[in-house]
């Protein structure tokens, strides 16, 4: 279906919550770990503030660079718990969203937004608590004339997003978990979680006897 030149794809599955909710108990650098450090986005893509987290399914959008068209028509595609992961080519000249979609993507169900390209209103966003993560910021606003895609595969940061892949982003960044991955990716990644805890402790005793 195209509505006004912005290709959208027919309705795909997204996970059950509650494996969601078992990815929000660990962090990128463990899932990376637990799925032999692939599917992890390039470091270009990083949280426009400290903090911020998320962890929901690809609702992926391909925009021409420099242009939010395709963003704003998504907005009627969020379910909630979804994330937007927007393919703007990386481009640095002009911003695809701002604290006003941020807004909105928060207001329609969405946890947050990855970007491969830039965004601006940092300090906003910040305040709001609306998870974002791009490749940089700018002030300059976007164009609105389109074409792009919503709900189809889009690159970001060298991993390939299906629509309703399992987005986890961090302080230390983002990766991709095919939903058929899921149940394997959990298991491995509680038993690196497990190993970490013993090196803990090693670690802590080693410290006691020193001091």
Avoid: C
């Amino acid at each position: 279906m195209t509505q006004d030149n912005v290709r959208v794809a027919p309705a795909w599955d997204r996970p059950d919550q509650q494996v969601l909710q078992r990815f929000r108990e660990h962090s990128v650098a463990n899932l990376g770990d637990a799925l032999d450090r692939l599917n992890i986005v390039d470091g270009g893509i990083s949280p426009v503030w400290r903090g911020a987290k998320a962890v929901g399914t690809a609702l992926p959008v391909l925009t021409v660079a420099g242009d939010n068209k395709a963003v704003i028509a998504a907005l009627d595609h969020i379910r909630p718990g979804d994330i937007l992961v927007i393919n703007a080519f990386g481009y640095d000249g002009r911003a695809v969203i701002g604290d006003n979609l941020a807004q909105r993507f928060d207001v329609f169900g969405a946890v947050g937004a990855v970007v491969d390209g830039y965004v601006r209103d940092r300090a906003i966003i910040e305040k709001l608590g609306v998870p974002v993560f791009a490749r940089g910021l700018t002030p300059a606003g976007p164009f609105k004339n389109g074409p792009g895609t919503i709900g189809e595969p889009v690159a970001l940061g060298g991993v390939v997003v299906n629509p309703g892949d399992i987005v986890v982003a961090d302080d230390d960044g983002v990766i991709v978990i095919p939903p058929h991955r899921a149940e394997e990716a959990l298991t491995a990644v509680e038993a690196i979680v497990a190993r970490e805890a013993d090196l803990d402790a090693e670690v802590a005793e080693l410290r006691s006897r020193i001091a």
